[in-house]
């Protein structure tokens, strides 16, 4: 037995105050269903694989607990081993293999999120709808940009994951983020009024 998308939500919520992570577990999330459904897997566990990830960043907010330290938290509310697994699997300290599809697809689409995120935010709108591939590749060069999100992760991740970074990866997550950007506070709402012209 394991848990369902409103328990794992609720065990975000009970670690993680930041808005900003709170959305960066979102937008995993929604990456991986979006894979799930692309390879015929089962979109819910590949869900709480994703919004579960990075839960104990906040209580373990450094790479020699997290995430190792939070998997006793996991097993104590009843999560699977093997979604535990999952989430352990993607922090490159452990040296844990990636040996399922779910496994490498998290690594693939964790750290690419937050660039996303990032382009998304630099534009008049911030409103992730208006981001397009090319404008994320364009960032993508420019190292000094989102300097934080290791692309060689990705561009590992991807590869092993067995797609193309900017036909098939970069497009997908983009959608799927696309897909819930109320959820993300990417819809425009940031945005500054335009002042009135007297």
Known sequence: MSI???????????????????????????????????????????????????FDW?????????PIAGAPILRERGVAEDIIQSVLSHADELKIPRVSLRDKTLYAVDELTGLITAAALVRPSKDIRDVEVSSIKKKWKDRAFAAGVNREDVEHGTADLGVDLWDEHVPTV???????????GLDGRLAKPVEPAN
């Open 58 to 66: 906040e209580i373990h907010p450094d790479l020699e607990r997290h």
């Open 4 to 54: 369902n998308r409103e328990q794992a939500w609720n065990i975000v919520t009970e670690f993680v105050q930041s808005e900003s992570l709170r959305n960066h577990m979102r937008s995993v999330e929604a990456a991986m269903r979006a894979y799930a459904e692309k390879f015929g897997e089962d979109v819910e566990t590949w869900g709480v694989v994703g919004l579960l990830h990075d």
């Open 174 to 184: 983009l959608k799927a983020m696309q897909a819930i950007a109320g959820n993300l």
